[in-house]
Each structure stands twice: as C-alpha cells, then as structure tokens.
C-alpha cells in the first residue's frame, strides 16, 4: 500500500472534494476497509476538479449495472465495482475487490471509443499515488470539452454527464457539437445499445 505521503500527491493534484460526499463500502476484508478509511481520510470522495470528476463516493456502485451493457468488452465473471466517473460518463472500475482488496486492478470504461482497458501495475492503491496524479489514463482526465461548455454557461446536474452524441468508434469527434447533457442513465442505454 502506498504511504500517506505518496497518497498526498493526489490531493495536491486534485484538492478535497467540492461538494464531498460519504465513502464508498468497495471492500470486504477488515484490514482493506481499514486502509481505504485511512486513503479516504487523506483523499476524501465526491466531486473533483469542478465537477469534473466524481470519485470514491457510496452511490457510485449504483452504476455497477450499466457494466453489464458492455458485454463484449468485459472478461466474464470478474467481480467490477464503479469508483469513479467523469463529466463524459467514462468509468473507474476495480476488479476482485473481495479478493484483491486495495491491490484491486483498476479498468477505465469508454464510452467515447467503446473500449475497456486496464495498465499493467495499476491498482486502487496506486490509482490514487501514481494513476490520476500522472495521468496514466489522460481520455479519463482530458476536461477539453467540459472547460469549453463550462465556460460558454453550461452546467451539470449531479445524475447528468456531458454525453458524446457520435461515439468516436462510430465517427464522432471531439468537438463541442457533438456533446449534450444528459441523464446518466439515458446515455449508457443510448450508447451501449
């Protein structure tokens, strides 16, 4: 597990939630639900970056069926629970929690580009030290399009996303055209389907 020092690179990166929110119950094992209490202490949950990212709060696993609409992408039979989201709808997805603990490998769902990819050595522990931090997952971090429809007034309710309308495996692209505000659910429907 990372120290409390290499933990703090995240809050020097991403500040304390704004609005902060309860934590999220990810892990069975005593001792793992000890140190994600002290991670939490450190780190917190809920919104980051101007409502850009939401992370580690106790709803987020409420999200956990919308994976299922992605079959084809995701290895059956791996326990996923969602830690995180961003203003686009893209998913922080820990894997084997039950067994792994805070060594659970991080994935990243993508809705953009219909794709389910996990890194080599990244796991929840190091999520929070090295993953966000130095943006080992830069589609999960990239506020482009937000900073644009933030800046032209727009705003997002907590159950909305800025959804791409044209995913960009289906020839969509990055500008703010092709993005809308929508209902969270309404999106993962639309674009998985």
Same mark, same amino acid.
């Given at each position: 597990?990372?120290?409390?020092s290499e933990?703090s690179i995240f809050t020097?990166h991403f500040?304390?939630?704004?609005p902060?929110?309860?934590?999220?119950d990810?892990?069975a094992?005593k001792?793992?639900?000890?140190?994600?209490?002290?991670?939490?202490?450190?780190v917190?949950?809920?919104?980051?970056?101007?409502r850009f990212l939401?992370?580690?709060g106790a709803?987020l696993?409420q999200?956990?069926?919308?994976?299922d609409l992605w079959?084809?992408?995701l290895e059956p039979?791996?326990?996923r629970?969602?830690?995180?989201?961003n $203003?686009?709808?893209? %998913?922080?997805?820990a &894997?084997r929690?039950?067994?792994?603990?805070t060594?659970?490998?991080i +994935?990243?769902l !993508?809705?953009?580009?219909?794709?389910?990819?996990?890194?080599?050595g990244l796991?929840f522990?190091?999520?929070l030290?090295e993953?966000?931090?130095e943006?080992?997952?830069?589609t999960?971090l990239d506020?482009?399009v937000?900073r644009a429809?933030?800046a $032209?007034?727009g705003? %997002?309710?907590?159950? &909305?996303?800025?959804?791409?309308k044209?995913?960009?495996?289906?020839g +969509?692209t990055? !500008?703010?055209?092709n993005?809308?505000s929508e209902?969270?659910?309404a999106f993962?429907?639309?674009i998985?389907g």
């Amino acid at each position: 597990m990372s120290s409390d020092s290499e933990i703090s690179i995240f809050t020097q990166h991403f500040g304390r939630p704004e609005p902060a929110v309860p934590p999220g119950d990810f892990f069975a094992d005593k001792f793992d639900k000890s140190l994600w209490r002290m991670m939490y202490d450190e780190v917190g949950a809920g919104w980051y970056q101007d409502r850009f990212l939401y992370l580690f709060g106790a709803e987020l696993p409420q999200l956990n069926p919308v994976l299922d609409l992605w079959p084809g992408l995701l290895e059956p039979g791996v326990e996923r629970v969602v830690i995180g989201r961003n $203003a686009y709808g893209a %998913l922080l997805v820990a &894997e084997r929690t039950t067994e792994e603990g805070t060594d659970a490998p991080i +994935g990243l769902l !993508d809705p953009w580009q219909g794709t389910y990819t996990k890194q080599e050595g990244l796991d929840f522990a190091s999520l929070l030290s090295e993953g966000l931090p130095e943006n080992r997952l830069p589609t999960f971090l990239d506020q482009t399009v937000y900073r644009a429809f933030v800046a $032209a007034g727009g705003q %997002l309710a907590a159950a &909305e996303i800025l959804g791409i309308k044209t995913p960009l495996s289906q020839g +969509g692209t990055l !500008d703010g055209s092709n993005f809308q505000s929508e209902e969270i659910w309404a999106f993962y429907q639309r674009i998985a389907g």
